[in-house]
Structure formats: structure tokens, C-alpha cells
């Protein structure tokens, strides 16, 4: 076995020295015992160089998911007259009727003196009308959903019809919709009519009744005379698209009060632009171009 020289070092007061490289013992070549040792990991040769930068558990960790931008950022201001749909990803309602999950306080009212179109019979002094038939709604939305709560006050509930047609002659919700914003004379196959009727019958039409859309949800919640109303409706009936905040969707109401129990005697439709053509119908069961306009927002 080889034995390695040990190099002495003497010390001494006022004493000069230096430390030579000392021969390797059995080294015929005289090496320094530095001169044949594994090679510098910087330089190469020997064993193999370590590059730091390529060490995957060296590397700055790519974001989790959750650091990522928040989903419901960046909206831009709200249109003149959109009405504001809040970004609920991550936190849905739950569709059960009770509208505890609701930023009640930040619903918008819709009453005879709000709405674009109050027709049939109204008291002339303004004074019962709000309590005969009247309503707070709010809108939000999530990566599935379009969500419409709304909150309803009537002095008296009748539901006497049963017919699918006949369903806004009863004391009755209609939600219209544009998933597309097309703002057409006409309807398409993203454009839907719903009417939810008090006593929780339902119907769907475009134009002419039709199959009640897929995956849509919805929940009643009743304490007679008033009532409310939730409804998740899912993009994929509204055009799919990219869901992100910005987008526009066309959107009514409307309110249908019956007190005689037999036909309503009045109702209300929140908006109702000016719309020419389709043989004279410029109501919303008509057309989507007299809707008003939802538009996606933040939190």
C-alpha cells in the first residue's frame, strides 16, 4: 500500500518557512500530489461538471395554480345602462331558493316606475302599485353559469293555469336571454325565453315552446303571497364562448301578475327598446334587440 508523505510545518518565533508540494511516495514522475487529482468540477475532465442552472430541483418552482392571476380580474368599466353581473368562481350560490348567499343589498329594483313597460290595469296613484306587484334582482356568474336571483312582492298569488303556454297568465318570473348578444328581430338557438311560474311549473320557448334546456337549474322558494326565485342557466345553452369577465349577454325580465284568478291583469317588463320589423312584435318573446345587456364583472 502507498503511503502518502506529511508535509511538517515548524513554527517557530521570527522563523521563515514555506510548505512545498511533497512528492508522492512510489511517484517516479515527481508529481505534485495536486497534478492527477480528480478534476476541478468547474473545469471539466474527470468527474463530470455541475451546472447548477440545470438542476430541476434547483429551478424556481413553477406557480401553483391557486397564485394565479384571479380569474375574475380585469373588467373593463361597466357599459352605460349593463346591468353588472358579479364574478362568483370559486364561491357559487347554492340554488335552493333562499337567497342568504345573495348580496341582497346590492340588488336592483324593479317596479312600475323602474321598468321600460308597465302594462294592464295599475293604481293611477302610484301608491299600492310596488306591493301589488313588484321585485329586486341581482345577477352573477362563474365559469358554468349564468345565475339570476330574484326577489318577488305580490299582494296576492294566483297560478290557475297549467298549460305550457299559458304559464305568464299566472303570477309568474320570465327570464329572457341572449347568450351571444346577437340583438336580433328573431330568435336563435342561444336566445331563450323562461317562464317560472309561482307555484313552480316551468316552460321554455324560442319563439314556439320547446324542450326545457339542458343542465339548466333552478329553485322557488314560497311564502305566499311573496316568493323567489334562482336560476343557474348554463353557458352551454347560452353559445359556450370564452367566459371571462367583459363579456356581454343579452337580458329581460319580466313580471306577470294575475289577482282575478284567471288571466293576469298586469305585468311588467324591465326593458324594452325600440325594435322595428318581425310583423309588428316588438316585446321580448319576439326578439332579443330590445334586450338590455348583462355584463360579466369582478368580485
Given at each position: 500500500?502507498?503511503?502518502?508523505?506529511?508535509?511538517?510545518?515548524?513554527?517557530?518565533?521570527?522563523?521563515?518557512?514555506?510548505?512545498?508540494?511533497?512528492?508522492?511516495?512510489?511517484?517516479?514522475?515527481?508529481?505534485?500530489?495536486?497534478?492527477?487529482?480528480?478534476?476541478?468540477?468547474?473545469?471539466?475532465?474527470?468527474?463530470?461538471?455541475?451546472?447548477?442552472?440545470?438542476?430541476?430541483?434547483?429551478?424556481?418552482?413553477?406557480?401553483?395554480?391557486?397564485?394565479?392571476?384571479?380569474?375574475?380580474?380585469?373588467?373593463?368599466?361597466?357599459?352605460?345602462?349593463?346591468?353588472?353581473?358579479?364574478?362568483?368562481?370559486?364561491?357559487?350560490?347554492?340554488?335552493?331558493?333562499?337567497?342568504?348567499?345573495?348580496?341582497?343589498?346590492?340588488?336592483?329594483?324593479?317596479?312600475?316606475?323602474?321598468?321600460?313597460?308597465?302594462?294592464?290595469?295599475?293604481?293611477?296613484?302610484?301608491?299600492?302599485?310596488?306591493?301589488?306587484?313588484?321585485?329586486?334582482?341581482?345577477?352573477?356568474?362563474?365559469?358554468?353559469?349564468?345565475?339570476?336571483?330574484?326577489?318577488?312582492?305580490?299582494?296576492?298569488?294566483?297560478?290557475?293555469?297549467?298549460?305550457?303556454?299559458?304559464?305568464?297568465?299566472?303570477?309568474?318570473?320570465?327570464?329572457?336571454?341572449?347568450?351571444?348578444?346577437?340583438?336580433?328581430n328573431t330568435y336563435d338557438s342561444n336566445d331563450w325565453q323562461l317562464v317560472y311560474s309561482a307555484d313552480?311549473?316551468?316552460?321554455?320557448?324560442?319563439?314556439?315552446?320547446?324542450?326545457?334546456?339542458?343542465?339548466?337549474?333552478?329553485?322557488?322558494?314560497?311564502?305566499?303571497?311573496?316568493?323567489?326565485?334562482?336560476?343557474?342557466?348554463?353557458?352551454?345553452?347560452?353559445?359556450?364562448?370564452?367566459?371571462?369577465?367583459?363579456?356581454?349577454?343579452?337580458?329581460?325580465?319580466?313580471?306577470?301578475?294575475?289577482?282575478?284568478?284567471?288571466?293576469?291583469?298586469?305585468?311588467?317588463?324591465?326593458?324594452?327598446?325600440?325594435?322595428?320589423?318581425?310583423?309588428?312584435?316588438?316585446?321580448?318573446?319576439?326578439?332579443?334587440?330590445?334586450?338590455?345587456?348583462?355584463?360579466?364583472?369582478?368580485?
Amino acid at each position: 500500500m502507498q503511503r502518502s508523505a506529511v508535509a511538517l510545518l515548524v513554527l517557530c518565533a521570527g522563523c521563515k518557512f514555506s510548505v512545498d508540494a511533497l512528492k508522492n511516495l512510489g511517484d517516479t514522475t515527481g508529481g505534485d500530489l495536486a497534478v492527477g487529482a480528480p478534476a476541478d468540477l468547474a473545469t471539466g475532465g474527470g468527474a463530470a461538471d455541475v451546472d447548477l442552472a440545470t438542476l430541476a430541483d434547483l429551478a424556481a418552482p413553477a406557480a401553483p395554480p391557486d397564485l394565479l392571476a384571479d380569474p375574475c380580474a380585469g373588467a373593463p368599466s361597466l357599459g352605460n345602462g349593463n346591468v353588472a353581473a358579479q364574478c362568483v368562481i370559486g364561491t357559487p350560490p347554492t340554488i335552493d331558493g333562499n337567497l342568504a348567499d345573495w348580496p341582497t343589498a346590492s340588488f336592483l329594483s324593479m317596479t312600475k316606475a323602474t321598468a321600460a313597460q308597465a302594462n294592464g290595469t295599475w293604481d293611477v296613484t302610484g301608491i299600492p302599485n310596488d306591493t301589488n306587484a313588484s321585485a329586486r334582482y341581482f345577477v352573477r356568474w362563474d365559469l358554468s353559469y349564468l345565475y339570476v336571483a330574484v326577489s318577488i312582492t305580490d299582494d296576492v298569488q294566483n297560478t290557475p293555469n297549467s298549460t305550457g303556454s299559458q304559464l305568464s297568465e299566472n303570477d309568474a318570473l320570465e327570464i329572457f336571454v341572449d347568450g351571444k348578444h346577437d340583438q336580433a328581430n328573431t330568435y336563435d338557438s342561444n336566445d331563450w325565453q323562461l317562464v317560472y311560474s309561482a307555484d313552480t311549473q316551468k316552460v321554455a320557448a324560442q319563439l314556439t315552446i320547446t324542450q326545457w334546456p339542458a343542465g339548466t337549474h333552478e329553485a322557488w322558494s314560497r311564502t305566499s303571497p311573496a316568493w323567489t326565485l334562482e336560476a343557474a342557466i348554463p353557458w352551454s345553452i347560452l353559445g359556450g364562448g370564452t367566459i371571462s369577465p367583459g363579456k356581454l349577454v343579452g337580458f329581460d325580465l319580466k313580471l306577470d301578475d294575475n289577482d282575478s284568478g284567471t288571466m293576469r291583469e298586469r305585468d311588467l317588463i324591465l326593458y324594452y327598446g325600440t325594435a322595428n320589423g318581425n310583423g309588428g312584435c316588438t316585446a321580448p318573446n319576439c326578439r332579443t334587440d330590445v334586450y338590455g345587456t348583462v355584463q360579466l364583472q369582478g368580485r
